[in-house]
């Protein structure tokens, strides 16, 4: 507006209160809008009208989901009728405008969903098309994981030489070595362009493309691994502190998943327990048990689990031992691990895993350790251990790199890995140089060091599970050893007697696996509750001490209901000063 020949300027306020009434306006035709595409959808309406006024509200908000789905079912309804030739042109159409949700937000869920389930739909998929809008949008944002994940899409659906797609992550990393994206999908790429022996299968390529992570080659070709190793070293030295590439170095140096294999075999007087490296699946084509040539198949899990309808993975298991066995002077325990007992489980291990052991009647009580291999890497890890020589080569690495890093942050990721490094050389030899390393990080990187003490924890849990082969004792004692956390407690479920006092445990995580414990020692700790289930299924627990804890009231200590103790003491913290420890004491202690 102009006044006496001169432009008037609106005020802040006058400015405020137009662009409110403009919003308020827009936000009432949206509103309208929504409503009456609501009303057709709750009339069942799959016309092209639903279309028009979807397209209308989502060309605005690209984000709702329930606008996409209602846009699939009219669609569904239409194509019923269609030519294939009018139902290419409407999912050209389609496209087009997805196009434009895209520009508007191109990290929106319902757009690339959307955009997969049209192409799915199209006669003839332009997959070329959709190939070169997925390198457009990955030039104005590299680390779009949508676009990358609906990138491996067309791949797999088109059957794109993967070696171009090799070549397509190469550049991406060259561009920026921070691109974390480029990094994964070069990994899940490098096993099929590059595996050991031999092309890859159609089947696998289509199955890595795709980011499926149960099909493919593991096993990359050592030349081709080395020149990675190069690769990613080259990117340490431009920029120590980015995580990307250290990331793929570590994929690098673990890439094929171990199999489960049968730990030890225990024999009670009811029957015989089995302990697994890793959780599996009973049952038939999984992994079969047998005793005296008897297949067992009434096995159970000895760690009581929430209840599923899908068959869930364990560590252990009984077999209860009934007519003939039970008067067997000796047991012949046959076990094979097949691929479908881990397969469920995320697992692709190299080969399956068979094992016989063969246990006295008198033996009962004891425990036989089937596991082989290296007794200072007792099959605690999922990962396999890479070849001695490739761990050496990048330990050097590393020390060269950290020689000529300043010690502040930077060291982080290159400490970090000559930690893992260390591990898979040899824990024990190189066990003060881990825990210095360890020690380092915490006082570069404080703000995890709650992240480094669990690791500290693993450690040392690792190597108490280490020395757990060679012996049957029935005692363990981990205490003042500094524990933040607890791991490998499988692999103690044989002991009786478990001290766990003086340590930093905030929880008791995993102690439903010590299955023969009969006395736990958790004294001097800084648990302030016991969550439900954490004792469940230690019927043989009788003493359990709490003392000098932060429980501080006896609801916190929920977990315990059930047991029958011989004696729970909780001397030290602030819950046994009320009124009803007494009461809560005598529910889960029975008299001697």
């Known amino acids: 507006p102009v006044m006496h020949g001169r432009v008037k300027v609106r005020t802040t306020a006058e400015q405020e209160e137009l662009k409110a009434k403009e919003r308020a306006e827009k936000l009432q035709q949206y509103l309208q809008l929504r409503q009456m595409i609501m009303d057709k959808r709750e009339k069942r309406e799959t016309d092209p009208l639903a279309l028009s006024l979807t397209e209308k509200l989502l060309a605005r908000n690209p984000d709702f989901a329930t606008l996409w789905n209602y846009r699939r079912e009219c669609y569904q309804e239409l194509f019923k009728g269609y030519t294939d ?96 994206s480029a990094w994964h999908y070069r990994s899940k790429l490098l096993p099929v362009v590059r595996p050991a022996g031999g092309a890859a299968s159609v089947a696998d390529s289509a199955d890595s493309a795709s980011g499926n992570e149960t099909g493919g080659c593991t096993v990359v070709d050592q030349a081709a691994l080395d020149r990675e190793f190069e690769m990613v070293k080259s990117a340490f030295y431009i920029d120590p502190s980015d995580q990307s590439a250290w990331f793929y170095h570590r994929w690098l140096l673990g890439r094929a998943e171990r199999a489960p294999v049968l730990c030890y075999v225990r024999l009670r007087a009811a029957g015989i327990d089995l302990l697994f490296s890793q959780p599996v699946l009973r049952g038939k084509g999984a992994c079969a048990v047998a005793v005296n040539g008897v297949e067992q198949a009434t096995a159970s899990s000895l760690v009581a689990s929430s209840e599923q309808q899908q068959p869930q993975p364990h560590y252990c298991f009984f077999l209860p031992l009934d007519g003939e066995l039970a008067n067997a002077e000796e047991y012949s325990v046959s076990v094979s691990v097949s691929d479908g007992a881990f397969s469920a489980c995320g ?75 260390l591990q898979g050389l040899d824990p024990v030899a190189h066990k003060q140089t881990i825990l210095e390393h360890l020690q380092n990080l915490k006082r570069i990187d404080p703000f995890r060091t709650g992240y480094y003490d669990d690791l500290v924890s693993k450690f040392v849990c690792n190597e108490a599970a280490a020395m757990r082969m060679s012996t049957s004792a029935p005692v363990l004692d981990l205490s003042g050893r500094g524990l933040s956390s607890l791991h490998a407690v499988v692999h103690f479920s044989a002991c009786t007697h478990i001290n766990l006092s003086n340590n930093q445990l905030r929880h008791v995580d995993g102690l439903n696996m010590l299955l023969s414990a009969t006395h736990i020692n958790l004294d001097n700790n800084q648990i302030e509750f016991i969550a439900p289930g954490a004792f469940t299924g230690l019927g043989g627990l009788k003493h359990l001490s709490l003392r000098n804890n932060r429980v501080v009231s006896t609801q916190d200590l929920s977990g315990l209901r059930g047991l029958r103790l011989g004696a729970l003491e909780l001397e030290g913290n602030p819950a046994n000063d009320t009124e009803d420890v007494a009461a809560f004491v005598s529910s889960v202690v029975s008299p001697p």
């Open 85 to 180: 030739q009018q139902k290419q042109q409407a999912c050209a159409q389609e496209l087009q405008f997805l196009d434009t949700c895209l520009m508007k937000n191109p990290k929106s869920y319902g757009v690339w969903h959307q955009r997969r389930w049209i192409t799915a739909q199209t006669p003839s998929p332009p997959y070329d098309n959709e190939l070169l809008l997925c390198t457009k949008f990955l030039q104005y944002d590299e680390r779009n994981f949508h676009c990358w994940d609906y990138r491996r899409h067309v791949v797999q659906k088109s059957g794109r030489d993967l070696e171009k797609e090799f070549e397509y992550s190469q550049e991406k990393i060259s561009a920026n070595f921070s691109n974390y």
């Open 347 to 421: 697992l692709t291990p190299a080969a399956a895993h068979a094992r016989e052991i063969t246990i006295s009647k008198e033996a009962v009580g004891s425990v036989c350790w089937v596991g082989g291999g290296d007794q200072h890497q007792p099959l605690l890890e999922r990962y396999e251990i890479p070849a001695r020589d490739t761990l050496l080569r990048e330990q050097e690495s590393c020390t060269e790199l950290l020689e000529i890093l300043d010690d502040t942050i930077e060291r982080k990721w290159a400490l970090l890995t000559m930690v893992y490094i």
